[in-house]
């Protein structure tokens, strides 16, 4: 994804009645006599817990940007841990496919030179090698862990801590990190980056979503992922292949990106055919929810994308003040490089913190 720059946490609709229904049978399944289910309920809220989703239990679903970008090196598994340390509901990341098929978690499709150095030590010179051109074993003879100095990419991040040695993770190591810290409960938001402007630099958009899919699979991740993308073509893969799992519609509308006015990234949906409204667009591409530019966000569109049934999750937030203005206008969720800085904004208007983990 790319990035520039008082109201308690809500229930999904009719996510209450689910969990009064959902609440009577685990407190039936306990051997409660149906005289006394309701005097049961309150042992039984144990039992559910472990039952219901993220989602359920925090209705506010704050998402790591690449991990922790502010504060550890993207995309690595050092950022995924700090991302998990401090509380989040759901780990953001990007992948990208190696010449022998595994799918890797790192957002740009070339190595960045901004934060990569090889085997010897020495940064990378510009462009650096495709992902997609490299096998899992030479992407990984790569270090990201340090930014280079004197960069504006390290510059644009004061507050990051290097860890040398990191590599570029499999999306299953990143699946099998958390499983090992025990974050059941943790949700993954994987982005597909793919680039109709550049289609050499990746799969096409089907082999793309089956390899991801694949490994969600065969992980049992099934339940606890999200997939999103600026080129909604993968978003229709996905939807065919596997129609249990949520799809996002990413959108940015500025001179850095602009996939909106653009048929090839939005899989030939267009505001002509919606009356100008993104919202319906949204919606007509089959995505459950709509991540824009934060800047691109208004409260009228909110309300509108909101009235379709649609969730919104804006990125990639990181200023205070408007951390607060969009937690004021009732977002389903923010895409933030600083968790802590959203977990305070959370925490003053009262809302459910995600326990670090």
């Known amino acids: 994804m790319q990035t520039r720059q008082q109201s308690p946490s809500r229930r999904t609709p009719g996510h209450g009645m689910q969990a009064t229904a959902a609440m009577q049978q685990a407190a039936e399944r306990a ?4 005289a006394r289910v309701s005097l049961c309920l309150t042992s039984a809220l144990l039992a559910l817990a472990a039952l219901l989703p993220v989602a359920g239990a925090f209705a506010f679903d704050l998402q790591g940007h690449r ?4 504060i550890a090196p993207e995309n690595s598994l050092a950022a995924f841990r700090a991302a998990l340390a401090a509380g989040v509901t759901t780990l953001e990341l990007d992948v990208h496919v190696t010449r022998d098929g595994e799918v890797v978690v790192t957002h740009d499709p070339r190595l960045n030179p901004a ?4 085997a010897s030590g020495r940064w990378i010179d510009e462009p650096g090698p495709a992902i997609h051109q490299l ?4 992407l990984q003879r790569h270090d990201i862990g340090r930014a280079r100095p004197a960069t504006r990419y390290a510059q644009q991040w004061p507050e990051r801590r290097d860890v040398d040695g990191e590599r570029v993770p499999t999306l299953a190591a990143l699946f099998d990190e958390v499983k090992r810290r025990g974050a059941t409960e943790v949700r993954f938001n994987i982005e597909t980056k793919l680039n109709p402007n550049t289609p050499e630099l990746t799969p096409e958009a089907e082999p793309f979503a ?10 049992g991740m099934t339940g606890r992922v999200t997939i999103q993308s600026f080129d909604w073509r993968t978003l229709a893969v996905v939807q065919r292949l596997a129609p249990q799992i949520p799809t996002v519609a990413l959108s940015a509308r500025q001179k850095f990106l602009d996939n ?4 090839r990234w939005t899989g030939g949906h267009t505001l002509a055919t919606h009356g100008g409204s993104l919202p319906k667009m949204v919606q007509a591409s089959g995505a459950a929810a709509w991540s824009p530019f934060h800047g691109d966000l208004t409260e009228a569109l909110l309300a509108e994308a909101k009235a379709l049934g649609l969730k919104v999750v804006p990125w990639t937030v990181n200023d205070p003040a408007v951390i607060d203005r969009l937690l004021g206008w009732r977002v389903d969720g923010l895409i933030t490089d600083y968790p802590e800085r959203v977990r305070e904004a959370m925490a003053r208007r009262g809302m459910a913190l995600p326990p670090p983990r």
């Not at 089956?210 to 992980?219: D, P, T």
């Open 31 to 34: 051997g409660c006599r149906k």
């Open 67 to 70: 991990g922790a970008r502010g």
């Open 115 to 118: 934060f990569t150095r090889d």
């Open 135 to 138: 096998t899992l074993a030479e």
């Open 210 to 219: 089956r390899a991801v899919l694949e490994v969600v699979q065969r992980h």
């Open 260 to 263: 909106i006015g653009d048929g």
